[in-house]
């Protein structure tokens, strides 16, 4: 590539079309994740011994803890390579993330290899499966260390605001990790094998990703001998201060759990599992619906076009609420019922967890998109206080209420750190927006929330008026809530551009 050439997305379509487009694709891509994975567990828990299956789990879910980390690299470089001003640049930022995700991968594919071999001998379990289970680690191992430097093109696809195509790149491969997980179940291959297979998604999304680039000629080139150690050490500190912030949230999720188990035992803990699928079902949805926000919102910034900025953070904030209140509010409604015919009877009691849980989901959705405008801007320490500040407010709370209330304490202490937060994330996150209160209030809360209260009183008469005992009522009961919602922000707020807009995204 003689002269470089600007690094623009792709043409012909409008932003906030492809931006759209992308989170729908990504939302199936989650659809498609959630059915492989159930068809993957029914078919690992019909095939495999209880002590098979306990090894298989136990050492995938080793490569899931270390992907997170991966995960904190990416926001480095789809934030590096968006922000590129020319196809130069672009290629230097796709050279250093290509490095920096090398070496992450061989370091995680270690201590995948090394520490999950040495993890599987301290389970009690026979010589046999024990070998299996240290084979299958070193096979996860290598798969990482070679998966992970491939993600790097999905990362590209996405900084190029190609969102789409990345998105299909998520579903392919978690197709292919069932796939190979079934195929490998049915021809009887040995545990080692299967291990592997299921902790693939990496490779797999990774390569796909590569075949994408690489046939439609979309590729970068490499040019290590112009990276210089001092973009390497800004590349890190980012990814380190994005590591720092988000394991704060998974201390506070093992520390709930583990005040659960220690005060309350055994039983509750299985309750609180209940109460967080939820949890982690609406946060899960919600998340997808940030993924295309993060390099778009790099552009921006590096051409410095605020205006689009302030508008990207009211209306997208708007969207964000409406995509995600009306599913949050009706999981309230209907916690009962649904944990019932899902994870039966035992379970109902988990029901005031899970809605006290599901409260921050209502919360959080406001703050998401200005969240991601601070990382972007790389104003890393003040979310760094908010969130090991809401961590340590959230354990002290949390022991407290649940040696006093039982189980539901736990989830009040996260709903309550989480509000009582707020206010010191407002006066950074907004700090100089040109955004007021009353725009918030006018283009997002109120049609939001105010939809949301009149399904949740919807939604309770229909409680009363149907006995909602089995799992089709459940299901009918709730799709039309969430439809009804939906339908209803459609028609009475979104103006005559917006619903242009959506149905022209329905119609491709």
């Known amino acids: 590539m003689s002269e470089p050439e600007p690094a623009e997305p792709p043409e012909g379509s409008p ?3 492809r931006m759209a487009r992308g ?6 891509a989650l659809g498609v994740a959630i059915v492989t994975g159930l068809i993957s567990t029914t078919a ?4 495999l011994s209880l002590a098979e299956f306990g090894v298989y789990g136990f050492v995938v879910a080793l490569a899931g803890y270390l992907y997170f980390v991966i995960g904190t690299a990416e926001a480095a470089a789809v934030n590096e390579m968006a922000a590129a001003k020319d196809r130069h640049h672009l290629d230097l930022a796709f050279t250093r993330s290509v490095m920096v995700y090398t070496v992450f991968g061989i370091l995680a594919g270690l201590t995948i290899a090394v520490g999950g071999a040495l993890l599987v001998g301290v389970l009690d379990i026979s010589p046999a499966l024990a070998r299996q289970g240290r084979l299958g680690a070193v096979a996860i191992g290598v798969l990482t260390a070679t998966g992970w430097t491939a993600k790097v093109f999905q990362d590209f696809l996405r900084a190029t605001h190609r969102f789409s195509t990345a998105g299909v790149c998520e579903a392919v491969g978690n197709v292919l990790v069932c796939a190979g997980v079934v195929t490998l179940l049915v021809v009887d291959a040995p545990l080692w094998c299967v291990i592997a297979a299921g902790g693939a998604l990496p490779l797999w999304v990774g390569l796909s990703a590569v075949a994408v680039v690489t046939v439609s000629g979309l590729g970068c080139t490499l040019r290590p001998r112009e990276v210089r150690s001092a973009e390497i050490r800004s590349f890190l500190k980012f990814s380190g201060g994005m590591l720092v912030i988000g394991s704060s949230d998974l201390v506070i999720n093992s520390l709930d759990r583990t005040v659960v188990g220690v005060l309350r035992g055994a039983p509750a803990l299985a309750l609180y599992e209940a109460a967080s699928k939820l ?14 926000i993060f390099p778009v919102l790099s552009t921006l910034r590096a051409n410095d076009d605020r205006d689009r900025e302030r508008d990207l953070l009211v209306l997208g904030t708007r969207y964000i609420l409406a995509a995600t209140v009306g599913p949050t509010v009706t999981l309230m409604v209907l916690s009962k019922p649904l944990l019932g015919v899902w994870l039966g009877d035992r379970n109902v009691a988990a029901a005031p967890t899970a809605v006290v849980f ?22 890393l320490r003040q979310l760094t206080i908010y969130s090991w500040a809401m961590a340590g407010v959230n354990l002290a709370l949390s022991v407290a209420l649940t040696a006093w209330l039982g189980l539901i304490g736990v989830a009040i202490g996260t709903t309550v750190a989480f509000i009582a937060l707020i206010p010191y994330f407002v006066s950074f996150a907004f700090k100089g927006r040109d955004v007021s209160v009353s725009d918030f209030m006018r283009a997002a809360w ?11 009183l919807v939604l309770i008469a229909a409680r009363l008026a149907f006995p909602l005992d089995h799992v089709w009522s459940v299901l009918g009961v709730a ?21 242009a807009l959506v149905r022209t995204i329905v119609r491709r």
């Open 15 to 17: 932003l906030a079309a």
């Open 23 to 28: 989170t729908a694709v990504q939302q199936g």
């Open 358 to 379: 599901l409260a921050v989901r209502l919360a959080a959705a406001t703050l998401s998109i200005a969240g991601t405008l601070v990382a972007v801007t790389r104003r």
């Open 279 to 292: 949890n982690l079902l609406v946060r899960a949805w919600a998340s997808n619906l940030s993924i295309t």
């Open 446 to 456: 109120i049609p939001a929330y105010g939809l949301g209260a009149i399904l949740a």
């Open 479 to 499: 799709l039309a809530g969430v439809a009804g919602y939906w339908a209803a922000f459609l028609v009475f707020v979104l103006d005559e551009g917006e619903r």
């Open 44 to 47: 690992l828990a019909r095939s």
